[in-house]
């Protein structure tokens, strides 16, 4: 009893395996698709903006002439907020992750902190913002200064900080640290002196890459209602301030008034990318070299 | 695009007619000749020339890493998924070889169907899981589906445990039944040759014993060649067997007389268990 | 082992004693070494802390505004008037827009994430999926604001040379780019869901004859389907909390509508609004956004929620 007919099988045959390959080239076309999006948002910003980069730009202070107006405002306040976001993300996250990671019992508290910050990983930041609104700016009277900005956005990224500090604590071999507690060592000691200076390549990774995020974010910037104005540089963590993503939110916004100002978002978002750009090779750079492999 | 009409031709199914014409060995199915194959630096296979006969059932032994499971991949090409592999030689297949580039894998894998060390039932139902095969090749008709989903289950063994349940979950069966389901879905495809490499390795004592009864009953109509590391389960159910050692065929020959007096050395020490 | 003891204590004396005399300074470091797991506790409680602030700044905002404008006004009108002398305070205009915008979102993101998950896992060589991959993941690291100006200054007047009916500000513009800044999340969590299925089932497959295309059709995605879908649902719910793109380039009209063409306001895009405007303290305008805020909260934490439930429930499976 024969169900199948090798012929028509065979005939098939043909038929399906140009299917196949006919859509292993659209899916590798999907898949390259957001690529050449990619590769078009990038020339077309770098062309719009490029010519706008030059030294008064990048130094000078606002104006609302586009000729005349420069970032550093911008940049500077940048920096500020990383100083800001690195110093508490840096200490809590990693504070947090040695607690899950090496100390805390394996229950009831353990899971419902990982699960929160597993679910605080999925909130979006424009209601970081509005905790930072509440707390920082009117609450506790900040106002919209660098230390405000920065303990919004060290919050919104402190979830990243302790997942990958975590990730990176977990993938230190036991065999370390069982031969240091051999030895009499204590577990502080321990820690302190075999397992974090093994996994700080990685959890240094993880943090650069946090406060890359970090620094691109706007959504909680405008809700504390960070200004794009001429003000003096800031100076200190008190001190009222503008970001570089702020600055491209209000030229691009503003765009529609004075048409260079798109120019000015556009060079900004260079010296944005740019900016990203390193930190991110920062953090490649120090994954392949200081990175052990077990 | 020339290049690519090439890859889709399919040996002329008229070769079945002047097979008898050709010198191959009458009842030879598959014949390789001088067959090597390397996983990137590694050779795998060694100069293999082997002639497996048809409506037989070939049992490949050998100690663990001796290219026994290697080989049988590579008589249904499923080797090819394995990235870096190289393969140099023939195999001749009714006449035509099927490591050429022009000979579709999956047009092979239709006529050599596979049953694999664990059984590996798909995610679907009993009855989707038989089916699979026959749907991919083209049937879509229901009564037709039925009539070849019940064959196979029988031929299986397996039809009256899971007459009642076709629709449920493969996953719901017993290890046993799942590969009993498994060798049902490779009849489904209406094979001429079944490759099953180390079937009942992970199956209990009476499970394994079901499953030997039913490669017995199909060698009727099936070629079988059989990878197995359980030498008594090579002389229980084979015809003739292959000795493979560090990648070369060290014996080939009817399976009473390879495991009463092997001619080589090797293979006796095997059989009485020195090394393996 | 400092230098100090050794000029201290003579040549005789062993380690072994100077690590007992060091064990009488001992005490001091015993109450240390207490004291850092309750300190690193600390630490990990600031999550729990920060998850409480939001849930009670949250709330508790959001009540003041349901003293003053009913559940039923906010979650069944279809005018949103803040300003106006005569306020309303209806939801559904920024649903609207949030739902729209998400809907897009997921009719690019959806099939073209799910087409590279596939060729990803099913049709790449490791060295070509080494290289993909990040480079894909370059599209989830830039800043959305950059995607924000893209959309406003690049996509909508693209669309609006095609099709000049398009306003200025407009849904389908924001929601299109939103949908290429996805691409990489549901890809790179579908990739994952499809590579845990195991290679025997694929083995079996092809076994039976079945190319690359029906194998990954017909038995790995069916196999792997919960994950999928799970990366479906997380990106929806990053959809719905995206803001700077909407903000930019579809405007803040509160528009009740299901038009892709008009100027829309969203959620996200209606407290960036308000918080950013002048919205006094204490006046039923400023409360409203916590009131937004609260909605959307819990709309993503339900859809991450049920993602997760889905996700656990694939793992189980294998």
Request: glycine residues 6%; hydrophobic residues 45%.
């Amino acid at each position: 009893m024969q169900y199948i007919d090798r012929l028509q099988v065979r005939k098939r045959i043909n038929f399906r395996l140009r299917l196949n390959s006919i859509l292993k080239y659209v899916f590798l076309g999907a898949t390259l698709s957001g690529l050449v999006v990619l590769a078009i948002l990038l020339i077309r910003t770098v062309s719009q903006g490029f010519a706008w980069i030059d030294w008064n730009f990048i130094t000078g202070h606002l104006s609302m002439d586009p000729e005349k107006a420069g970032i550093m405002g911008a940049i500077l306040g940048t920096f500020w907020l990383m100083l800001v976001v690195v110093f508490f993300t840096l200490f809590l996250g990693m504070g947090a992750a040695i607690y899950l990671e090496l100390y805390a019992k394996k229950g009831r508290i353990h899971s419902l902190i990982q699960t929160n910050i597993a679910n605080l990983a999925g909130v979006p930041s424009i209601v970081y913002g509005i905790l930072g609104l509440t707390v920082f700016v009117r609450l506790m009277d900040f106002g919209s200064t660098v230390l405000a900005g920065g303990l919004t956005l060290s919050l919104l990224v402190l979830p990243i900080v302790i997942v990958s500090s975590q990730e990176a604590l977990r993938a230190v071999p036991q065999t370390l640290g069982e031969a240091s507690y051999g030895l009499g060592a204590s577990k502080w000691q321990t820690i302190k002196s075999i397992i974090l200076p093994t996994a700080l390549p990685s959890i240094l990774t993880g943090s650069i890459l946090a406060l890359s995020r970090a620094i691109g974010e706007t959504a909680p910037l405008v809700v504390l209602g960070i200004p794009a104005l001429l003000i003096p540089f800031p100076g200190g963590f008190m001190d009222r301030f503008t970001a570089l993503p702020m600055q491209i939110y209000y030229w691009t916004l503003d765009a529609a008034l004075v048409e260079e100002y798109a120019n000015l978002a556009a060079a900004s978002i260079i010296i944005l990318l740019l900016m990203l750009f390193i930190l991110n090779s920062i953090a490649i750079y120090i994954r392949n070299k200081f990175q052990h492999r077990f | 695009m020339a290049v690519q009409t090439q890859l889709y031709a399919v040996p002329a199914i008229e070769k079945k007619e002047s097979k008898n014409k050709n010198e191959v060995e009458k009842e030879s199915i598959f014949e390789t000749k001088s067959l090597n194959l390397w996983y990137g630096e590694t050779q795998a296979l060694k100069n293999i020339d082997l002639k497996i006969p048809e409506k037989s059932i070939t049992a490949i032994i050998g100690p663990s890493g001796c290219g026994k499971s290697t080989f049988i991949k590579t008589l249904n090409r499923m080797v090819e998924l394995i990235p870096s592999v190289q393969t140099k030689g023939d195999i001749h297949y009714k006449g035509s070889n099927i490591l050429s580039k022009d000979y579709s894998a999956e047009a092979l894998r239709t006529d050599v169907g596979m049953v694999f060390q664990k059984p590996n039932p798909f995610p679907k139902s009993i009855y989707d899981n038989v089916a699979y095969g026959p749907r991919i090749h083209g049937i879509k008709k229901k009564s037709i589906l039925d009539d070849i989903v019940e064959k196979s289950l029988k031929d299986a063994f397996i039809w009256d445990e899971v007459k009642d349940r076709l629709k449920e979950n493969a996953f719901g069966l017993s290890g046993g039944q799942q590969q009993r389901l498994c060798i049902a879905r490779c009849l489904a495809i209406e094979p001429e040759v079944i490759l099953m490499d180390e079937p009942t390795s992970a199956l209990d004592p009476i499970s394994t014993t079901k499953v030997e009864e039913l490669i017995q009953s199909l060698k009727k109509q099936y070629s079988i060649v059989i990878v197995t590391h359980n030498m008594q389960q090579a002389a229980r159910i084979s015809d003739q067997t292959a000795f493979f050692l560090n990648g070369e065929v060290v014996e080939f020959g009817k399976t009473d007389e390879l495991f009463t007096e092997p001619k080589d050395s090797r293979t006796m020490d095997y059989i009485n268990g020195r090394f393996g | 082992m400092t230098t100090k003891n050794v000029s201290v204590n003579t040549a005789n004396l062993s380690t072994k004693q100077l690590m007992n005399e060091k064990k009488s300074a001992a005490s001091i470091k015993n109450v240390f070494e207490k004291m850092v797991p309750a300190v690193l506790f600390l630490f990990a409680a600031v999550s729990v802390l920060t998850t409480i602030a939001i849930l009670y700044t949250l709330i508790t905002e959001a009540i003041h505004f349901f003293q003053r404008v009913s559940f039923t006004e906010f979650f069944t009108s279809t005018n949103l008037k803040p300003l106006s002398q005569n306020p309303s305070f209806g939801l559904l205009p920024l649903l609207s827009g949030t739902l729209l915008s998400t809907i897009i979102a997921m009719v690019v993101a959806g099939p073209i994430g799910l087409m590279a998950a596939i060729y990803l896992s099913e049709y790449a060589s490791d060295r070509v999926r080494k290289l993909l991959k990040p480079m894909l993941e370059l599209l989830a690291g830039i800043p959305t604001i950059v995607y924000g100006f893209f959309a406003f200054t690049f996509v909508t007047p693209l669309l609006r040379s095609i099709w000049p009916e398009i306003e200025l500000t407009n849904i389908l513009s924001p929601g299109l780019v939103m949908g290429i800044m996805i691409i990489p999340m549901v890809a790179s969590l579908s990739e994952d869901a499809m590579n845990s299925v195991p290679n025997t089932m694929r083995e079996g497959a092809y076994g039976l004859g079945a190319t690359k295309l029906e194998t990954a059709i017909k038995v790995v995605i069916p196999a792997a389907i919960s994950g999928i879908v799970a990366s479906f649902v997380l990106a929806i719910s990053r959809a719905i909390g995206e803001t700077m793109i909407v903000t930019i380039a579809s405007g803040s009209t509160k528009n009740f509508s299901f038009d892709v063409t008009e100027s829309m306001q969203t959620m996200t895009a209606y407290i960036v609004e308000v918080s950013s405007g002048d919205a006094a303290a204490g006046t039923t305008v400023y409360y409203s956004i916590y009131a937004v805020a609260l909605t959307l909260f819990t709309m993503t934490f339900l859809m991450n929620l049920l993602a997760k439930k889905i996700a656990r429930r694939f793992r189980e499976e294998y």
